[in-house]
């Protein structure tokens, strides 16, 4: 019989997404066959499933840890926000609708059967599946029609371990807390907790962990010490963005407010001798940076105007005068053209907007969502590597003659006539040694001695075994059976 268990969160980014990969890689060690699932994500950060859907950043590392296929099944509802209010709405890994957040209360409990649809599939095939809440089960108020956490626990009948983060201080109040506002039937389903992210001596805290039992009588489950091999892996949230002072070859990234698939930036900031700068609002492109990189967001021309606002278009011709290099990415590709065209609305009122101006080019939207994973090859040299990509729209203009990646027959990417401006729609280059070493040698940053898969594999195996140290999988796999 499959066994599953539901890790959920007493607030936002208290590490489900980390324990979770770690999990998986340390039960996929013991010979389990391991499935991660998260009923509904939020996040602008999506992977290319292998079924031609997108399921979040987070499912995708978590299933490289359990030696699964990326497919939409692992996430079933995807929630792309384009706005302070509004979100597309991805099911299954197609897009279904847009929706304003009070629109998406009212379509919520409809969503449902297709997530026990994808959980029953998954359970079909695994020895074990480790689901992942989303936000809190302390927020009562959205509990009616619930989908992520205690309203899938309840239909999937899934025991939960709550999670508290002790790093952000409070941990006693974040998960008896969460214990005092429950109602009884969800509170009976908490059968264990995990304190993570602690810093310093574990056993000073022994008296705060008899606390918490005692107070809602879960099972203690661990204190797991602070990771730092994190800082390694994929991150999802835009709040795991930072930045990193490695090196004298300097790329700055102005952080877009709907900045997506940034993962792009992972294997740069593993980089020996590069040092990433995230840029924030307000902050002006450095005059010392090497490259810009302008990365993916899922609101092109929204982000235009708000890369306007804080002045960094201003800075970016300075950076070129100073012979700066620049790379766009996906949307920051359709940034750096001359014009986009959106007759149909699809990213605000129709019209056409004035680019940045630093390529020849033109891109129109259009309603269809390109969504593939993709081989590519690097021009210059001939070398192939994987990528994917995920966008709406379509470029072309006297710079595309210049392309220096192509797909199979079709040319792709732009370039400006004096090499110092190149875009393209292509996500993932940078996960290739070969590619990564070569564009960076290119751009005078020299070659790259990093193996940027290895050393995510590696950091998943230390999690694994960190995870084994301070974390009592085997009550946790007990648990899962419904016994205890």
């Not at 030696?67 to 692992?74: I, K």
């Not at 302008?294 to 970016?316: M, N, V």
Request: glycine share 12%; proline share 4%.
């Amino acid at each position: 019989m499959t066994k599953a268990i539901m890790i959920q969160g007493a607030g936002s980014n208290v590490g489900k997404s980390l324990l979770v990969a770690g999990m998986c890689r340390a039960y996929r060690k013991r010979g389990l066959a391991v499935t991660p699932f998260k009923p509904q994500n939020m996040s602008n950060n999506a992977a290319v499933t292998e079924d031609g859907g997108e399921i979040g950043r987070a499912q995708a590392l978590q299933a490289l840890a359990a030696g699964v296929a990326r497919h939409s099944d692992l996430n079933p509802v995807l929630l792309k926000p384009e706005s302070e209010t509004g979100a597309q709405v991805i099911v299954q890994g197609r897009r279904l609708t847009n929706v304003k957040a009070r629109e998406y209360a009212g379509l919520k409990a409809r969503l449902m059967p297709a997530v026990i649809d994808s959980f029953d599939r998954l359970k079909s095939r695994s020895d074990l599946v480790l689901v992942e809440g989303a936000g809190s089960p302390a927020e009562i108020n959205l509990r009616p029609g619930d989908i992520a956490n205690m309203g899938f626990a309840e239909a999937a009948n899934v025991p939960v371990l709550l999670t508290g983060d002790i790093d952000r201080g409070g941990v006693i109040a974040q998960l008896v807390g969460t214990y005092t506002v429950l109602p009884r039937a969800d509170r009976d389903r908490i059968k264990g907790f995990i304190i993570n992210k602690f810093r310093g001596d574990a056993a000073l805290f022994e008296e705060g962990l008899n606390e918490i039992v005692g107070r809602t009588g879960w099972h203690s489950l661990g204190v797991v010490p602070w990771f730092d091999g994190a800082r390694k892996l994929p991150g999802e949230d835009v709040m795991d963005m930072r930045s990193t002072d490695s090196g004298t070859y300097r790329i700055a990234v102005p952080k877009l407010s709907r900045i997506a698939n940034f993962d792009d930036l992972d294997p740069l900031t593993q980089e020996p001798g590069i040092s990433v700068e995230i840029i924030e609002a307000g902050q002006a492109l450095p005059g010392n940076a090497d490259l810009v990189l302008i990365p993916g967001t899922k609101s092109t021309i929204a982000d235009l105007a708000y890369f306007r606002e804080q002045g960094w278009d201003i800075d970016l011709k300075a950076h070129l005068r100073r012979g700066g290099h620049v790379l766009g990415i996906c949307g920051g590709y359709q940034m750096l053209g001359r014009l986009i065209i959106d007759k149909d609305g699809l990213e605000g009122p129709p019209g056409r907007v004035e680019g940045l101006g630093h390529l020849d080019v033109v891109t129109e939207m259009h309603p269809e969502k390109e969504l593939a994973n993709v081989t590519a090859e690097y021009l210059p040299n001939g070398m192939v590597l994987d990528a994917y990509e995920i966008h709406i729209g379509k470029t072309w203009g006297e710079d595309c003659r210049n392309a220096w990646l192509a797909v199979g027959n079709r040319r792709e990417g732009a370039q400006s006539a004096d090499g110092q401006v190149r875009g393209c729609y292509l996500h993932g280059l940078f996960a290739s040694n070969k590619f990564r070493s070569a564009f960076l040698s290119g751009i005078g940053a020299g070659a790259s001695s990093l193996d940027y898969g290895l050393e995510v594999e590696r950091t998943l195996d230390a999690l694994a075994a960190h995870l084994e140290t301070h974390l009592d999988l085997d009550l946790i796999l007990k648990l899962a059976s419904g016994k205890g």
